[in-house]
């Protein structure tokens, strides 16, 4: 329910013509920002997948208790009819991206709105684990995550704007696109900064109002032979990685995640506290 509420805020503050046509000052919490303002305020930088895996954003977890996943969450958020149980399995899906409609769960995928791997690229793999585990399941902001069909979530993949966009509704998704990486503070390359002016050109340039996420970077100069670094912008430390888990944390990469350094890699894998 929150999920649906916090979407209702958002096509209505994006309604109006009543908020600031210009970011909001840096450190605030809120941006109220027209969209081709917006993606002009993208930062613009080459991309790189070097170390990313798949893995790095640990999926799906029940974050409130209330014994439903982040997928089973926006299951019940976006079925056109109610659901139950704590397995989401039977109710009413349209995938906005090629209008298919369904009622059977297994036949959708949550989509990352903006994929897992082009968070990376664009930033992502400077985050904490816990921060890569919030964008992954990220349910503060509606756009972040949308049931589609398994089949277009197929085609799209790990594709941004310049390489990929759905057939249908195409202003909405360039929309959801920016408003995610505003939220997140990612980058775009030259490419899709165009490609997003391109379409954006096509559509109302309405105000788009993003409530930013908290993000915690990993420590850098991270010693490779012995206890990693304790600030401030680190994972909680555990005296064992079952406890880590348990809350939340982890997988951490050796030579990426400094928490990596605070327990034992009994495999020698490169990889502790995994689930």
């Not at 893995?55 to 974050?63: G, P």
């Not at 880590?244 to 034992?264: L, M, N, S």
Request: aromatic share 10%.
């Amino acid at each position: 329910m929150s999920r649906f509420l916090a979407y209702l805020c958002v096509l209505v503050l994006g309604s109006t013509g009543l908020a600031a046509t210009t970011e909001a000052p840096a450190g605030a919490t809120t941006v109220r920002v027209r969209l081709v303002a917006a993606i002009k305020n993208l930062p613009v930088a080459a991309e790189t997948r070097t170390g990313y895996e798949r893995s790095r954003f640990r999926l799906w977890v029940d974050e409130d208790g209330d014994c439903r996943d982040t997928r089973d969450e926006v299951l019940a958020a976006e079925s056109l009819v109610s659901v139950r149980g704590c397995d989401v399995r039977v109710g009413k899906w349209r995938s906005y991206y090629d209008r298919q409609v369904t009622t059977r769960s297994s036949d959708f995928d949550i989509d990352h709105l903006v994929p897992l791997a082009e968070a990376w690229d664009s930033g992502a793999r400077r985050w904490s684990a816990g921060t890569r585990q919030r964008y992954a399941n990220d349910l503060g902001d509606p756009r972040s995550l949308v049931a589609v069909s398994a089949s277009v979530n197929r085609s799209k993949s790990d594709q941004d704007p310049a390489q990929w966009q759905p057939r249908y509704d195409k202003c909405t998704y360039v929309r959801q696109w920016v408003a995610v990486k505003t939220r997140w503070s990612l980058k775009a390359n030259p490419a899709e900064k165009r490609a997003l002016l391109s379409r954006a050109s096509h559509c109302a340039n309405t105000v788009l109002t993003v409530r930013r996420a908290s993000i915690v970077t990993a420590s850098s100069g991270t010693s490779g032979t012995s206890g990693g670094a304790t600030g401030g912008s680190n994972d909680p430390r555990f005296s064992y990685c079952y406890q880590a888990v348990a809350a939340g944390y982890g997988p951490y990469y050796r030579g990426t995640d400094p928490e990596y350094w605070w327990y034992t890699d009994g495999d020698g894998d490169g990889v502790v506290c995994e689930s």
